[in-house]
Structure formats: structure tokens, C-alpha cells
């Protein structure tokens, strides 16, 4: 598959102009899943709670929610997706109309990376690294993928007396690019989170993420991904989780705009978390639905046109159960803002001091289940700009 065009992103729009886009464009969601969490896990805390499942039983699984919406599964190399099981994914896909849309290294699960993957201060051990993000890669450009997640979970520190922490995130941004112009036009979705498993992350917020992005971009030589560089299409894009935004204490929709902002949101993995907290992998809409709500906006503004990777932890409920309610989720708040007066809110937060108030009281508004029952709320006066 050609590489996805992602630069109407990071358009920018008059008051005016932004207003007509906000009335023609509308989100069409669509959802992937990540294998991983249709069989239980591992826990410190309690046995499973569910049998474990083989990779052709989880596929059934995903196969009964194609109808439903389920149209992008996610898998991590090689546990999940390997040389010797690819006619596997493949027939299941040709099947089902469900897409592998990314390989994903599994940088952060082998006891050999217990001090960290592409960052290795072991040189050797560095340079398994690289080699396993390479296969991965390339299982991408056969599989025909849309992008590679990295996820540096186990690249990062506890004591951080001694680090030479430019040295440690030099290392990590250039095996990634090593290994990215091995494999030329194949584009990375980073995922940073701050802490869990490590007691720090390398690039643990969504500003690190785009500070390695470009980084990582300046280092890249391949001739194809220079001319893809120089036509204006992101290589190093982001994968930002809820739950990981919320446990560096960020604010969604400001924390998720940056990659737009730079045409660099290649993906993004949603569900809920408190602030801070360890990461739950809750359900959309169990906690923060207006951060959510908020979230479906920005992505309105910025055109987003990708899949909603719902990344849950459903130990509780089966599985196919709680996709269902998060596809749920996301089209309840996708309707809820199709339905909003995008003229009166975009007046009231251009003009904040003739409309002290409006917006949260409209808000209440849209929100409640009988809105009759609350006083008439009228739009805030307009004027010429």
C-alpha cells in the first residue's frame, strides 16, 4: 500500500475557512484492536482469569466483530506474528476484510533487554536491536501494513544519578534510524509513556515523541526516504495512547494536536486512565468522556481520517464484549459532536470576553439527556471579526 498521505493535518485555516471545514468534514471512524489483550496476560497481582488462547483462536474472535466495525488488528513480532505463521494472517485477512495495519517490535519483553533495546549501552545487545526492528520492518513493507509502533518500554532508567542521558537517547535515536533506512519508505508511529514498566521512559511525553521524530528524521540518508522527507510526508509519526497522555498529567486534545500540528499523527491507541495512576487500559468513556469528547474534536479540526486502535485491558469481560462497547463509545461521541453548533463555539473561543461562560454552559447542554429541562441557552452575539 502506498504511503499514506497525512499532510492535510496540519493545514492551516482562517476563522472562516475553519468554520467551512468544520460543517463539510466529518469523522468516519474506523477500528483496529491489538491481539495482545484477547488472551489475559501476565499479572504480578492474581492467576489469569481467562484460558490463554492461541494466535488462530484470538483471529476467530476478531473475526465475529468484522461486522461490527472491526476493520485493523495489530501484532508484535515474533510472538504474535512471525515468518512461520504469515499465510496464517494472510488467509485470515483475505477471509474477514480485516487489515494487519503494523508489525510491531517487541522491543521490551526479552530478559536480554533488561537495560534497555535500541539504547543498549551493551553494544552488542544494541545491535539485536536494531536487527529485530529491521525484520520487523520489513514483515511491514510484506505484509502491507500502514506503519511500525515503537514502543521503547523497557528502554529507560530508575536511578538516574551517573546517566549521560544525551548518550542514552542519542543511541536510541540512531539505531531507529538505522534501522529505518535499512527499509526505506516503511513510516514508525512512536508511542511514548513516562513510566510502567521502567521507572522512566526514554521520550516519555507527546513533546519528547516529537523531539525524537525529528531527530530521528534528520539522520535518515536512504534516497527514498529523503525524497519522501523533501515532498513533505513525516517518516517519524506518533502512536499516542490515552492512557499513557493522561499519566504524564497531559491534556488530550492539546497533547494529540502537536502531531497533527505536524502532520504526524500516523495512529493513535485509545481507551481511559485517571491522571497519573499506573496504566489501567480502561474502556473509552469510563473516566475523562469529555476529555474524550474534547479529543474527538481536535481530530475533527485537523482532518483525521485514521483508525481508532482501541488498547484495552479487558480482564473482566470477554473480549469481543468490550470491543464492542468501545466502538460503542467512539461512535456515541462522534455523533454527539456532529450535532454541536460549530459557528457559536468557534465565536465564543475566538471571543472569550463576549462569551464568558457560553461554551460550558452549552456543553451541559449537548451532554444532557433532556436538555429541555435547563434553561434556554442563547447563541453568543456574533460579530463581524
Not at 467551512?20 to 489475559?40: R, V
Not at 504474535?80 to 522491543?107: C, K, Y
Not at 470491543?323 to 463555539?345: M, P, Q, S
Request: proline share 7%; glycine share 6%; aromatic share 10%.
Amino acid at each position: 500500500m502506498p504511503l499514506k498521505d497525512l499532510r492535510l493535518q496540519s493545514r492551516r485555516r482562517s476563522r472562516e475557512e475553519l468554520l467551512e471545514h468544520m460543517n463539510a468534514f466529518c469523522l468516519e471512524p474506523k477500528f483496529s484492536a491489538g491481539i495482545w489483550y484477547f488472551s489475559p496476560p501476565d499479572s504480578r497481582f492474581h492467576k489469569k482469569y481467562k484460558p490463554m488462547l492461541s494466535i488462530e483462536e484470538r483471529l476467530d474472535i476478531a473475526a465475529g466483530l468484522a461486522g461490527y466495525g472491526l476493520s485493523g488488528i495489530e501484532a508484535h513480532y515474533p510472538n504474535e506474528i512471525h515468518e512461520g505463521n504469515l499465510d496464517l494472517w494472510r488467509q485470515f485477512s483475505r477471509d474477514t476484510g480485516i487489515r494487519l495495519i503494523t508489525v510491531i517490535p517487541l522491543l521490551f519483553l526479552e530478559d536480554r533487554f533488561e537495560w534497555g533495546s535500541l539504547s543498549n549501552p551493551d553494544p552488542g545487545i544494541r545491535k539485536q536491536a536494531i536487527e529485530l526492528t529491521r525484520r520487523a520492518f520489513e514483515l511491514n513493507r510484506e505484509m502491507d501494513t500502514d506503519f511500525a509502533v515503537i514502543w521503547p518500554g523497557i528502554d529507560g532508567y530508575e536511578n538516574s544519578f551517573g546517566i549521560d542521558f544525551p548518550a542514552m537517547r542519542d543511541r536510541f535515536i540512531e539505531g531507529l534510524a538505522e534501522a529505518m533506512d535499512a527499509v526505506p519508505g516503511v513510516r514508525v508511529a512512536f508511542e511514548p509513556k513516562p513510566y510502567e514498566p521502567r521507572g522512566h521512559i526514554l521520550f516519555g511525553t507527546t513533546a519528547e515523541g516529537m523531539l525524537l521524530c525529528r531527530k530521528v528524521e534528520e539522520l535518515l540518508h536512504d534516497d527514498r526516504n529523503t525524497s519522501l522527507l523533501r515532498d513533505g510526508h513525516a517518516l517519524c509519526c506518533m502512536n499516542p495512547e490515552i492512557g499513557h497522555v493522561l499519566m504524564a498529567y497531559e491534556d488530550l486534545p492539546y497533547a494529540y494536536s502537536w502531531p497533527l500540528s505536524e502532520a504526524r499523527l500516523a495512529h493513535m491507541h485509545v481507551n481511559s486512565q485517571p491522571l497519573g495512576n499506573f496504566d489501567q487500559d480502561l474502556n473509552i468513556g469510563v473516566v475523562h468522556p469529555e476529555q474524550f469528547e474534547a479529543l474527538m474534536y481536535v481530530l475533527r479540526m485537523h482532518s483525521y481520517d485514521g483508525y481508532f486502535g482501541i488498547d484495552i485491558n479487558p480482564e473482566r469481560m470477554p473480549v469481543d464484549v468490550a470491543i464492542r462497547i468501545n466502538i460503542d463509545a467512539v461512535r456515541a461521541a462522534n455523533d454527539r459532536i456532529d450535532d454541536l453548533d460549530h459557528e457559536a463555539i468557534l465565536f465564543a473561543v475566538n471571543h472569550p470576553g463576549e462569551a464568558r461562560g457560553w461554551l460550558e454552559a452549552y456543553l451541559i447542554r449537548a451532554r444532557a439527556s433532556h436538555p429541555e429541562r435547563l434553561p434556554d441557552l442563547s447563541a453568543p452575539t456574533r460579530r463581524e471579526a
